[in-house]
């Protein structure tokens, strides 16, 4: 069951990045957050397949750990994924014009 409810919540804040990202490029934004691989103008194909590609990666260790192997390593790729929908959501509230970090909820 933690599973699935990890690989649909890597989906969505997958999703919620790349419709932030390309939505924040549509006001004149500067990608700034999101990793090197999309570089700081990624279209919104770019964004799909890098983001998607490494999260479809990352859902496929999460079922191939799922029972089998030491339980380490099935605690590792969880908290890799939980980094990842994390990390995700934090960029996407970033894209969004959020601030975690000011008073006013607005970054400068």
Do not use: F, K
């Not at 500067?30 to 570089?39: F, K, Y």
């Not at 192997?69 to 980094?83: D, E, K, M, Q, S």
């Amino acid at each position: 069951m933690l599973t699935w409810l990890l690989i649909i919540a890597l989906g969505v804040s997958t999703g919620a990045d790349i419709a932030s990202t390309d939505a924040c490029q549509r006001r004149g934004c500067i990608e700034t957050a999101s990793p090197a691989l999309l570089t700081r103008h990624p279209s919104p194909v770019r964004a799909a397949l890098g983001l998607g590609g490494i999260s479809a990666a990352e859902a496929g260790g999460l079922i191939v750990t799922r029972r089998r192997g030491p339980r380490w390593i099935r605690w590792a790729v969880r908290g890799l994924v939980v980094a990842e929908v994390v990390g995700h959501g934090y960029y996407a509230a970033r894209n969004g014009g959020v601030c975690p970090h000011g008073r006013d909820g607005v970054c400068r």
